[in-house]
């Protein structure tokens, strides 16, 4: 994993010094082998299957951009079809058609781009933003009531076989072995998001799943997996990289009350 994230720095940086220093032209089919890459790169695999992201922002220069705008709509379509054909030669399954969106960031210059990707359940919206709850106090004529117990959901079926080796359990069969479903909460700058699909992005842009507006983050700084009954930080090849409790990590497994730092945003990890 190491090996492979000094190699993709590398990779860009010669890529980042052609483009400055020739201004070439950006073609369509640099796009396309760079999308295919990203979608190999960001694999998650599953009981059965290998999940690809179906959803790319691609972030241009404007004069790239500008050079695409008369037939913007039919490129990326085109993309997305060259992306779905190459999912499904290399036996990598889809939760959607591929969406390809085309944005202008006028940090890069002419040659220069970059590409966010995410999976999206179209049945799902991903992340969960939980509203604050509004503590209340006891006045002396009336006490406290405890709450009724609420019965726990139980674990999605990945994450029940992972348990029980071979047996899919039904929701009763696992309620009756005590197994339930796990909440994972990032809080950034006091705003919480529960974490409900398998890869969660997290970095300045936008169009991450969570956003992070500070400076210092880049623009897709990290990710959070969810690999088997395990959340995964994984820092992207951010430029101010990622520290958890104060240690530089390139990947790290969340634990309840865990700190982290992009790029010096904190964020603090709860796991219930």
Do not use: W
Not at 39 to 57: A, C, F, G, I, L
Not at 99 to 109: A, C, G
């Amino acid at each position: 994993m190491a090996l492979r994230d000094i190699e993709q720095k590398i990779e860009g940086v010669v890529e980042k010094t052609f483009g400055r220093m020739f201004r070439s032209t950006l073609q369509p089919v640099e796009l396309a082998r760079r999308l295919a890459r990203e979608m190999e790169d960001h694999k998650t695999v599953s009981v059965s299957r290998v999940y690809v992201p179906n959803q790319y922002t691609v972030y241009l220069s404007p004069a790239d951009r500008r050079q695409f705008s008369s037939y913007e709509s039919a490129l990326v379509l085109e993309l997305g079809s060259y992306l779905e054909a190459h999912a499904r030669s290399e036996g990598l399954s889809l939760l959607t058609m591929p969406r390809i969106r085309l944005e202008t960031d006028t940090d890069l210059r002419p040659g220069e781009f970059g590409i966010a990707c995410r999976m999206v359940d179209p049945g799902r919206g991903g992340v969960e933003e939980v509203p604050p709850v509004a503590e209340s106090v006891p006045t002396p004529e009336a006490a406290p009531v405890a709450p009724s117990p609420v019965p726990a959901a139980p674990l999605p079926n990945e994450a029940l076989e992972a348990v029980s080796g071979t047996q899919i359990l039904t929701p009763e069969q696992a309620r009756a072995a005590g197994l339930v479903r796990e909440h994972v909460t990032v809080y950034v700058s006091g705003q919480a998001f529960r974490i409900s699909q398998k890869v969660t992005s997290m970095g300045r842009s936008r169009d991450c799943d969570i956003v992070v507006p500070d400076p210092n983050v880049s623009r897709v700084h990290a990710e959070v997996r969810h690999e088997g009954l395990e959340y995964v930080l994984v820092d992207l090849g951010s430029t101010n990289g990622v520290e958890v409790n104060g240690r530089r990590v390139l990947r790290h497994s969340l634990r309840d009350g865990d700190r982290v730092s992009l790029g010096g945003a904190e964020v603090l990890v709860e796991r219930r």
